[in-house]
């Protein structure tokens, strides 16, 4: 399964980025060969509208099936759901302390956004 | 002639200076709020308000059965107002800017537009004066297609009201503001003689210059500042058209919605001569 | 780390007088200037630019001329009338895009049979990292006629909040635009209290109402203060009354007062510039606002 968590830094190590649409980068974990791959997406932080849009397009385009991050507007939200791809919001720490959390079952997928997604 | 009323700073007069000129142009006037988001002429106007129209923006409609998710649409659209993964395109509204590129490229026709509310124009008249207005709904996010539809309303057929256009313009020198100035013959810059009424009256002189249009200025509270805006205006050779000076009265009249006409009825003249020095200046500029 | 956001709905309220006085007593924010349109407060807090970064805000199309078959189709393609033909010569029709109503939609680019359209990316002007006497302060100029989006609003204000995230500042204070556009929605999503600045006037009292409507739509503690009561206290009156109703919390009143304008001749904040009426108020004011944010 490829999970994708919006992360301030570039390694499972570093800390998750609360936001989804203006996200630095995403770092893309594999858990069947537990490989994971940094995806850059900062073009996107200096994106206005449609940031939370652009950034589900990206995490789509990589064949990510979850997204694990802090909070999700509504407009990715759909554009994610339409995709098929699951969204888990609430994470803190580090990515691999999500991921260990969501695969635990700890934090488990939203069925809603939880902000008020005009910028998101 | 159309006349636009504008200002860097809000909170300059724009609206006294605006409502000033269309009660004092004798016959012939129409006063245009293009101050769509926020618009006050009306509260100093007191038309009478005949029709209202919507005005509406084209949004894209999927046709889910002609849909074989191409996503044609979704690659082509820059605001991500239109986006398929994979899957049937999904419409975002408030992102669209009503290009109609998604219709025109999908390959099945799949795409037709539908036409969405952002706000409404109305049209009234008091006395001898038409007035025209534009309102924004809460909410909405783009203002040029209200402003847009404001002027189209005006210049709708032959009508005597003609004569005179004066256009309320929204602050500031973004495109609001450049929808609202574009198209007028000559402008006014209404500003304070303070640092932040200089600071945006020239980033306003530059917008109105690029834009190729004759303005000139007029001071409002001109003695409750400094001299650099009459200073910038000199070394500038920008013509300063009006001057207001501050009096409590007129505030206070300001503040119950009487128009400066019925609070300092000697403005007429001065407005007046405002108004044949600026359609000299647009009649000059047309000169070959 | 909290988040406050000063809006007027109408212009020329005290906006900007009261967020520099804001900053001036916070001592300790980080301060944002987010009416990147008409972009004041730079006046006042005299920061020193430490880092320039240029905004980038879409593309426009241009026209290469030397291979523009003079079709006209992207004239009648553009819904924005931003194709203008010139007429050169006697044959040749020359079509040229007016780069201020262009909105970078690409459409004439798509679909000019002779492919001589570019889309390029256009510079809508530039946003700094500063530091006031106050502390630390993003601040943005819009370039001229720029597409103000609530783009440039977004990044002034991400950046003001990471900025005291890193540096463990406690608020942000935020100068917001006018209006109820783009910006203004840009500026108030997401924060944590709204103060909307009017003044007792028919105009003051119809803008702060839908200000007031868009903000309550955000789920920020609402509030509303009074500048220059004194001119209409009736009317002040109405707008506080009408504020409560709507939700919102009524946290002061600041006097007029001709020192307001004299501290901006100055180019000094009104509490540090005198202690007269509005300087009073003011500081009242803040004593209001901060008891709200803890």
Redesign the interface.
């Known amino acids: 399964m490829k999970i994708a968590v919006t992360c301030r830094g570039a390694s499972p190590d570093s800390p998750v980025d609360p936001r989804f649409g203006r996200a630095s980068k995403f770092i893309l974990v594999d858990t069947e060969s537990d490989g994971f791959q940094v995806i850059d997406n900062a073009q996107n932080l200096n994106s206005a509208q449609g940031a939370g849009i652009q950034s589900a397009e990206t995490v789509s385009r990589h064949g990510a099936e979850v997204v694990i991050t802090g909070h999700c507007g509504p407009k990715a939200f759909r554009v994610l759901s339409a995709a098929g791809i699951k969204i888990v919001v609430g994470a803190q720490g580090s990515v691999a302390a999500a991921i260990e959390s969501f695969l635990k079952g700890d934090l488990a997928p939203s069925e809603c956004s939880d902000v008020d997604g005009h910028w998101e | 002639m159309i006349l636009a009323v504008a200002s ?5 007069g724009k ?1 006294t200076v605006a409502v000033g000129l269309a009660l004092s142009a004798r016959g012939g006037a129409s006063l245009l709020d293009c101050d769509v ?2 618009p ?1 002429c009306h ?1 100093f106007v007191k038309p009478e308000i005949l029709r209202r129209e919507p005005v509406m923006v084209p949004i894209p409609k999927v046709d889910k059965d002609a849909c074989n998710s191409c996503g044609q649409c ?1 690659e ?1 659209c ?4 239109i ?1 398929a ?3 049937e395109p ?1 419409v ?1 509204p408030e ?1 669209c ?5 998604c219709a ?2 999908c390959p099945r026709g799949a795409i037709r537009e539908i036409r969405r509310e952002i706000g409404a124009v109305e049209v009234g008249m008091n006395g001898g004066l038409r007035f025209i207005q534009g309102i ?1 709904n ?6 040029p297609p209200v402003i847009r539809a404001v002027k189209a309303a005006a210049l709708e057929g032959n009508s005597e009201h003609d004569r005179v256009m004066i256009v309320d313009c ?9 929808a609202a100035v ?1 198209g007028s013959d000559a402008v006014v810059l209404v500003t304070e003689p ?3 009424g200089l ?2 009256l020239r ?1 306003a002189a ?2 109105v210059r ?2 190729g249009i004759p303005f000139g200025v007029a001071i409002n509270r001109s003695d ?3 001299g650099r805006v009459e200073d910038y205006c000199g070394a500038e050779k920008i013509p300063i058209l009006l001057r207001i000076p501050e009096r409590r009265d007129m ?2 009249g ?4 009487e128009s400066i006409l019925s609070a300092a009825p000697e403005y007429r003249e001065p407005l007046l001569r405002l108004l044949e020095e600026t359609s000299r200046m647009a009649v000059e500029n047309k000169k070959p | 780390m909290k988040e406050l956001v000063v809006i007027s709905g109408k212009g020329g309220t005290g906006k900007t007088s009261i967020t520099a006085s804001f900053a001036a007593l916070a001592r300790d924010a980080v301060v944002a200037d987010c009416d990147v349109d008409a972009a004041d407060l730079h006046l006042l807090l005299s920061p020193e630019i430490r880092e320039r970064r240029e905004f980038k805000c879409g593309v426009e199309a241009v026209i290469r001329a030397a291979d523009c078959t003079s079709c006209g189709k992207c004239e009648k393609f553009c819904r924005f009338d931003a194709i203008r033909k010139t007429v050169e010569g006697e044959e040749k029709a020359l079509f040229v895009v007016d780069a201020l109503s262009c909105e970078g939609c690409g459409v004439c680019a798509r679909f000019c049979p002779a492919g001589a359209i570019d889309l390029v990316e256009r510079s809508g002007g530039e946003w700094f990292i500063s530091e006031c006497r106050f502390g630390p302060m993003i601040h943005a100029q819009l370039g001229i006629g720029g597409e103000n989006s609530g783009k440039l609003v977004s990044i002034v204000r991400d950046a003001a909040r990471e900025l005291a995230v890193k540096s463990g500042r406690r608020l942000v204070i935020v100068d917001g635009p006018p209006g109820i556009g783009c910006p203004v929605i840009a500026s108030v999503a997401g924060a944590d209290v709204v103060l909307a600045a009017t003044e007792p006037t028919l105009s003051g009292e119809h803008d702060v109402e839908r200000a007031l409507s868009l903000a309550r739509r955000f789920g920020a503690i609402l509030m509303v203060c009074v500048n220059k009561w004194d001119l209409n206290p009736e009317l002040t009156g109405r707008i506080e009354h009408a504020a409560r109703a709507a939700g919102a919390e009524v946290v002061g009143r600041i006097g007029y007062d001709r020192t307001v304008t004299e501290a901006q001749i100055a180019g000094k904040c009104v509490v540090e510039h005198s202690d007269g009426p509005a300087a009073r108020d003011i500081r009242t004011l803040w004593e209001n606002v901060l008891r709200r944010l803890d």
């Open positions: 860097g700073k809000g909170g300059t609206t988001e926020e006050n509260i979704s082509f820059r605001f991500h107002a986006v993964l994979k899957t999904l975002f992102l800017h009503g290009c109609g590129g025109w490229i924004m809460v909410g909405q996010a783009m203002s929204p602050p500031g020198t973004a495109c609001p503001m450049v574009r303070t640092p932040f600071h945006d980033l530059e917008t690029k834009l409750c500042g400094d505030a206070e300001y503040s119950r919605g």
